[in-house]
T-cell receptor, first 114, second 114 residues
């Protein structure tokens, strides 16, 4: 079965540093998402992306966050100046169509901000 | 505010001991209810989508049902490999033209012992 691939699996950074989390969605999918899960908490929506623009974003997704699809295969999440509270597991997901028939999630990047 | 509540938080079963997990939701208008399985350190894995009250779906030992206020995930004769966290998520109306976020519950941690 096709997979969403995320790299790196773990990222450790110092507070205030920029990080880029990378994702390769499933090749024929058109809709891309980032979610995050702070340890012991719910999975939370961050942003959805379609046709090279943000479709929807949550209150968490402030000016410190940005997303990009720099080429035909990668989808990235950038955090400009990391804070301690950004420490979480970040999941990339993709779906083929508008309806959430099947949202495929990657295995996540565990971000630790020190 | 749209909300998803899952119970119990944790459930321990003996192999073969059937049980049910509950997901109650309060949303402005339900477009879909989703069940995912999450293994430790992994991303959510899609199980089922339910769209309207009365709908049921089955997969192996799992059966999901939906009413106007809640959904149940029934596990029949579970095996140790069914041990995981089961997440419920809703997609709510209105469909504004964006690609609505999934709102997740906190999950039920299921442990099945031989």
């Amino acid at each position: 079965e096709p997979e969403v691939t995320q790299t790196p699996s773990h990222q450790v950074t110092q507070m205030g540093q920029e990080v880029i989390l990378r994702c390769v969605p499933i090749s024929n999918h058109l809709y891309f998402y980032w979610y995050r899960q702070i340890l012991g908490q719910k999975v939370e929506f961050l942003v959805s992306f379609y046709n090279n623009e943000i479709s929807e974003k949550s209150e968490i997704f402030d000016d410190q966050f940005s997303v990009e699809r720099p080429d035909g295969s990668n989808f990235t999440l950038k955090i400009r100046s990391t804070k301690l509270e950004d420490s979480a597991m970040y999941f990339c997901a993709s779906s083929l169509g508008r309806r959430y028939e099947k949202l495929f999630f990657g295995s996540g990047t565990q971000l630790s901000v020190l | 505010e749209d909300q998803v509540t899952q119970s119990p938080e944790a459930l321990r079963l003996q192999e073969g001991e059937s049980s049910s997990l509950n997901c109650s939701y309060t949303v402005s208008g339900l477009r879909g209810l989703f069940w995912y399985r999450q293994d430790p350190g992994k991303g959510p894995e899609f199980l089922f989508t339910l769209y309207s009250a009365g709908e049921e779906k089955e997969k192996e030992r799992l059966k999901a049902t939906l009413t106007k206020k809640e959904s149940f995930l029934h596990i029949t004769a579970p095996k140790p490999e069914d041990s995981a966290t089961y997440l419920c998520a809703v997609q709510a109306q209105p469909f504004s033209g964006g690609y609505n976020k999934l709102i997740f519950g906190a999950g039920t941690r299921l442990a099945v012992h031989p």
